[in-house]
């Protein structure tokens, strides 16, 4: 079982997985885009570590992150999940997946493009509502129009997401099928990268 819709190439992930060397894939995007589910299925298709952030959040804190943003705040709760963050991406190669807000925080932004290799899982709102008006566990969402709220955080967060190393659009297919094409996508990126590599050298 490969994780992901068994169409990957075996040289896909053999290239994708020198494309990482040592270091952490992070997958970074709003809440409901796939990024653990993904994940983790990219982690089993490179027989490499799957984490969260924000489980591994809530197992140093042993709170929960709606609890962690009740009792602190959300600026406290940033600064922690960068403290975490930070620690995580210091030993790899592992496939991390990242709250929605920890690749809007410049500090831990920066630090993922200069250690790891970043990909974006981008949702159309209609996607991402669909999934995240499932469950009341979103602290961000607690308001009186959670999808308007949902609305402005997209517009605010894109542009900044846009920075990662690969986007790949999130949509309803199987998760598998998603995975395959960030293997996909990192393999492409890896040839493109040596091709003009070699472009160079000519």
Not at 151 to 163: F, H, T
């Amino acid at each position: 079982m490969t994780g992901t819709d068994d169409s990957t190439p075996p040289g896909d992930i053999e290239t994708a997985r020198r494309l990482l060397g040592r270091r952490n894939l992070v997958f970074v995007g709003l809440m409901g885009a796939g990024k653990s589910a993904v994940g983790r299925l990219v982690a089993q298709g490179l027989n490499i570590p799957f984490v969260d952030s924000d489980h591994e959040i809530e197992r140093v804190s042993r709170m929960s992150v709606p609890e962690l943003f009740q009792a602190y705040g959300e600026p406290e709760f940033r600064a922690l999940e960068a403290r975490v963050i930070k620690r995580l991406l210091k030993t790899g190669p592992r496939v991390l997946s990242t709250g929605g807000g920890a690749f809007i925080n410049e500090e831990t932004r920066a630090l993922v493009l200069r250690s790891g290799f970043s990909v974006w899982l981008k949702a159309d709102l209609d996607v991402l509502w669909e999934r995240v008006s499932k469950r009341d566990s979103r602290p961000l969402l607690k308001t009186e129009n959670p999808r308007a709220t949902l609305s402005k955080l997209l517009d605010i967060r894109y542009p900044i997401y846009a920075a990662a190393d690969l986007t790949v659009q999130s949509r309803d297919v199987p998760k598998e099928a998603i995975a395959a094409e960030v293997i996909a996508s990192l393999a492409a990126h890896a040839r493109a990268t040596k091709a003009q590599e070699q472009e160079k050298l000519a």
